[in-house]
């Protein structure tokens, strides 16, 4: 009986470190890794912490800075700039965005029906797919009416071999 038991105590606990992987990431907090400057009056700081992953080299992060806007069938952008700041004397990277609040560049097709919908409208930056390290926050200083989302890119375990031409 009290091997049973064991057994099935020693089954829960590997069960539950299995699952461990799955829970949600706690809230850090920027200043944590290092101190971050507060966000300025009408800026918002967001900082996106990343799980650890086993192979961090073959993930990139695609950092996705707008807001949610009425758009017809017209593509959209918001216009502004993303520049690359460095915490002094940490050799840290954060970014900070400056866009004109009101100027959106967009196409000028003819919508038939003039239907609209709710569509997250980007800033057209130049950031490109960021290196995945989960060891430090990447920081954006927003303006308060936009908002930062992200995506985790990684590369497929499967090579494949390119044709010779």
């Given at each position: 009986m009290k091997k049973?038991m064991?057994?099935?105590?020693?089954?829960a606990?590997l069960?539950a470190?299995?699952k461990?992987?799955?829970?949600?990431?706690?809230?850090?907090n920027a200043n944590?890794?290092?101190?971050f400057?507060?966000a300025?009056?009408?800026y918002?700081?967001?900082?996106?912490?990343?799980p650890?992953?086993?192979d961090?080299?073959?993930a990139?992060?695609?950092?996705?800075?707008?807001?949610e806007?009425?758009?017809d069938c017209?593509s959209?952008?918001?216009?502004?700039v993303?520049?690359?700041?460095e915490?002094t004397?940490w050799?840290?990277?954060?970014y900070?965005v400056e866009?004109?609040?009101?100027a959106?560049?967009?196409?000028?097709?003819?919508?038939p029906?003039n239907?609209t919908?709710?569509q997250f409208?980007?800033i057209?930056?130049?950031?490109?797919?960021?290196?995945?390290?989960s060891?430090?926050?990447?920081?954006?200083?927003?303006?308060?009416?936009?908002?930062v989302?992200?995506r985790v890119?990684?590369?497929?375990?499967k090579?494949l071999?390119?044709?010779?031409?």
């Amino acid at each position: 009986m009290k091997k049973l038991m064991l057994l099935v105590l020693m089954a829960a606990a590997l069960t539950a470190c299995a699952k461990s992987s799955n829970l949600p990431q706690t809230n850090q907090n920027a200043n944590d890794t290092a101190p971050f400057p507060k966000a300025e009056a009408g800026y918002t700081r967001y900082a996106i912490h990343l799980p650890v992953l086993t192979d961090e080299a073959n993930a990139r992060v695609e950092v996705l800075i707008g807001k949610e806007m009425n758009v017809d069938c017209n593509s959209q952008l918001l216009a502004g700039v993303v520049k690359q700041q460095e915490l002094t004397g940490w050799g840290y990277n954060y970014y900070v965005v400056e866009s004109n609040k009101n100027a959106t560049i967009s196409t000028l097709m003819a919508c038939p029906g003039n239907a609209t919908k709710t569509q997250f409208v980007t800033i057209g930056h130049n950031l490109g797919l960021l290196n995945y390290n989960s060891r430090l926050p990447i920081v954006f200083y927003v303006p308060n009416d936009l908002t930062v989302k992200y995506r985790v890119w990684q590369a497929d375990a499967k090579i494949l071999q390119a044709n010779a031409e």
